[in-house]
Every structure is written in structure tokens, then in C-alpha cells.
């Protein structure tokens, strides 16, 4: 069983930055391929930014790509996501979640699918006024 803690959201004036952390529990986190989805109020939940667990290869969506940065710290069990140059339309909660199957793919179908991932967060409010 693996547990995921978000932590770092906020209310934030357009333009500002946020990182989000996620942490994880169990021994073999280096192993887990991690994602970062978000859900606003009223749509679906959409991928946002995925990273794999080897070699550590990094995925965003189109329309984070550019302000959005994953990164992971294995010695530490944790997951970020900078959030730069924040937009009103990135109000959302954001999840966090693990894939632990040792995945060795780069498709899109695999990382921005939710159903992928077995374990997820909690989710953290992001907020960004305008």
C-alpha cells in the first residue's frame, strides 16, 4: 500500500509561483512512476505534468508546458511541481499519484490516463486570483 500527502497550495495572485509537494510512503519509491493531475470544479480531472521512475524522464500537458516543472527527490520520497507564471484558469485541486507496476513506456496513453496510476493523494486547493 502506498500513501501520498500533498502539501504547498494557496492562494496566489496571477502571475506567482507555487510548488506543490507530494509525499510518499513505502520503500520503493524510486520505482514508481508519478503524476500530478488537477480537477477544477464542474470538469473532469486532467493530467498535468508525469515523471517516470527511470532515467527520469518528465511529461507536461500543453497547456502547463513551459510555466511547469516536475521533478522528484528519491532520497526523500517526494514529488514536486513548480508552478511558475500562474493563470486563473490553473484554479484547481491538485492530485498527486503512483504508478508502482516499473512501467517502461512513453506514451501518453499511459501517463496522462488517470486509470493508469493505482495510489492517489488526497489533493491540495491551488487558487489564483486574477
Known amino acids: 500500500q502506498v500513501q501520498l500527502v500533498e502539501s504547498g497550495g494557496g492562494l496566489v495572485q496571477a502571475g506567482g509561483s507555487l510548488r506543490l509537494s507530494c509525499a510518499a510512503s513505502?520503500?520503493?519509491?524510486?520505482?514508481?512512476?508519478m503524476g500530478w493531475f488537477r480537477q477544477a470544479p464542474g470538469k473532469e480531472r486532467e493530467f498535468v505534468a508525469a515523471i517516470s521512475w527511470r532515467g527520469g524522464s518528465t511529461y507536461y500537458a500543453d497547456s502547463v508546458k513551459g510555466r511547469f516543472t516536475i521533478s522528484r527527490g528519491n532520497a526523500k520520497n517526494t514529488v514536486y511541481l513548480q508552478m511558475n507564471s500562474l493563470k486563473p484558469e490553473d484554479t484547481a485541486v491538485y492530485f498527486c499519484?503512483?504508478?508502482?507496476?516499473?512501467?517502461?513506456?512513453?506514451?501518453?496513453?499511459?501517463?496522462?490516463?488517470?486509470?493508469?496510476?493505482?495510489?492517489w493523494g488526497q489533493g491540495t486547493q491551488v487558487t489564483v486570483s486574477s
Open positions: 499519484a503512483a504508478d508502482p507496476s516499473r512501467a517502461l513506456t512513453s506514451s501518453a496513453s499511459y501517463y496522462s490516463t488517470p486509470r493508469t496510476y493505482d495510489y
Open positions: 513505502g520503500r520503493t519509491f524510486s520505482t514508481y512512476f
